[in-house]
């Protein structure tokens, strides 16, 4: 009988090293993280394994499984110790070795493989650990199965039947760039800095580029799993203004920064201006309705409201729906909404047929992008954003906000919104005209300018997102507004950054 997992454990002691621990906080709406040893042990690990192996024989899905991990100094030995406890339910693991995450999504597809399990903290800080998981490609986990599998771990509800199997795929990477360049190369020349935060794109991404023509500046491409410059995260504005000095430095066409595990990718353009995810959304929504009119796109709650109002996308019948932050949410609805592309604004892209199968790739995107680029040989990435409305935008902010009373805040956050609209009152002197609650909180003024309010999925924070379509001291404005409403919950922290 295995034990049952504790909550916490003294390191450095025979019970962590002879006991599971697992914080049941690690198990979030769509993902797992946690701070390694701090918050799960190996063991732990192990438990999880053997509570994904259990889920996934209840869910009757082929016990059968793809794993891979990303390049931090214990990834490796978190998936050998979930691949233990997979095997231990009796489930055939696969294993890719190091990989991006789209290249364990696309191993489900070239292996025939119906389940994942991909060891990573993705952009989080060096002491993150977690796991992205599926059991129907391309699908991740959502909250109903997250809250299951934290039900069977933490109750070590575990039914271990044996029969598991371990194999190793060789040189698996190579078979996915294979795949993603069995196309025609670009025409124009093209110089593309690629900045790849000292993580696990650094192997692949400066690579997948030289072989789609490009000229590529490799930036932070070397693997370092301290992260010695700056966390593999494309919408810090540190990674942003290093791109952007290599760009201006370089005299390069584009620059395209990948985050740590190679599904998200970052863009500054040619004059070193980094352009933030939804509104390259907008651009690449632009080009791909020209060429497959009346596209349904779909875009998370925290994107720019040019995706409805955008007169181009309005003329090529392209339709938008508006969706949950998060890549199981977005990926879910793309599928069941048969759109062409799902677009969030920290990056997450999700092609579908026929450009690819619908799970996030930031290899995908920076070739989507280069080829915008080819089909506008006249243009520049610079043209190209200024061929936009012009508004004024903030980055993804994130105050500090524990996880045990971040949804309560948020909560707290839409009763005090929706009593003003209900009231009539003005919110940064602006009537509010609509509201939406799909995720937290997404408030606009009748000038069009709207404050977002959520919980951050896999961090102890909450997210606020501010756009103006009509000036920048609306944008700030609004931002006071929103975070005095904030303020009014002491648990509300320091924020990441602001404007």
């Known amino acids: 009988m295995f034990p049952t ?36 042990n190996l063991m732990g690990v192990q438990a999880l394994g053997m509570g994904l192996g259990t889920l996934i024989h209840e869910l009757g899905i082929r016990p059968e499984i793809v794993v891979g991990h990303d390049f ?12 233990n406890g997979l095997m231990a339910a009796g489930i055939k693991v696969r294993d890719i070795g190091l990989a991006l995450s789209p290249m364990a999504y696309f191993a489900q597809f ?47 509800a575990f039914k271990l039947p044996g029969g598991g199997a ?69 919408e810090d504005m540190q990674m942003l203004h290093a791109i952007r000095d290599a760009v201006l430095e370089h005299g390069a066409d584009v620059g395209l920064g990948f985050d740590g595990d190679g599904d998200r990718c970052g863009v500054v353009d040619n004059e ?23 596209a349904q796109f779909v875009v998370d709650v925290k994107s720019t409201g040019l995706f409805m109002t955008d007169p181009v996308l309005i003329a090529q019948g392209a339709k938008t729906d508006y969706w949950k932050t998060g890549h199981s949410y977005i990926k ?29 790739d930031g290899l995908i995107s920076a070739l989507a992008i280069c080829d915008m680029l080819d089909r506008n040989p006249d243009k520049s990435m610079a043209d190209l954003k200024r061929a936009l409305p012009k508004t004024w935008g903030s980055p993804t902010m994130s105050p500090h906000c524990a996880d045990d009373v971040k949804y309560d805040v948020v909560a707290e956050t839409t009763a005090t919104f929706e009593r003003m609209h209900a009231e009539g009152e003005p919110v940064a002197g602006q009537k509010i005209v609509d509201i939406v609650t799909v995720n937290g909180v997404r408030v606009t003024c009748e000038d069009g300018t709207w404050g977002l309010v959520r919980a951050s999925s896999n961090k102890p924070e909450l997210v606020v997102v501010i756009e103006s379509p009509v000036s920048e001291a609306r944008l700030h404005e609004m931002f006071k507004a929103v975070d005095g409403i904030l303020r009014r919950r002491s648990e509300v922290g320091a924020y990441n950054q602001t404007i």
């Not at 931090?72 to 691949?83: M, P, V």
């Not at 371990?166 to 990477?173: D, G, I, L, Q, R």
């Not at 070193?272 to 009346?294: C, T």
């Open 5 to 40: 997992p504790k909550p916490f454990l003294k390191p450095n002691t025979y019970e962590f090293e002879s006991s599971p621990m697992v914080k049941a906080t690690g198990f979030r709406e769509y993902d797992a993280r946690w701070l390694f040893p701090d918050e799960i």
């Open 72 to 83: 931090r100094s214990y990834s490796a030995s978190i998936k050998i110790a979930l691949a």
């Open 110 to 156: 070239e292996l025939d493989c119906p389940c994942v399990a991909m060891v990573t903290a993705s952009h989080n800080d060096n002491g993150w650990t977690g796991v992205k998981m599926g059991v129907q490609r391309p699908m991740t986990f959502g909250p109903e199965e997250m809250t299951r599998l934290k039900e069977i771990v933490l109750a070590a």
């Open 166 to 234: 371990y194999s190793f795929e060789e040189n698996f990477p190579e078979r996915y760039l294979a795949k993603l360049l069995d196309r025609p190369k670009i025409t124009r020349k093209l110089k593309v800095v690629a900045a790849c935060g000292n993580g696990t794109a650094g192997a692949f991404a400066p690579e997948a580029l030289e072989r789609l023509g490009c000229e590529v500046i490799p930036l932070d491409a070397e693997l370092d799993h301290t992260f010695p410059k700056y966390n593999p995260n494309p």
């Open 272 to 294: 070193g201006d980094e352009i933030f995810a939804d509104k390259v959304g907008v651009m690449l929504a632009r080009d791909l309705s020209a060429i497959h009119p009346n």
């Open 332 to 360: 879910r609805r793309v599928n069941e909404l048969n759109a062409l592309v799902g677009f969030e604004k920290s990056g997450h892209y999700f092609f579908n047929k026929p450009i690819g199968y619908g799970y996030d």
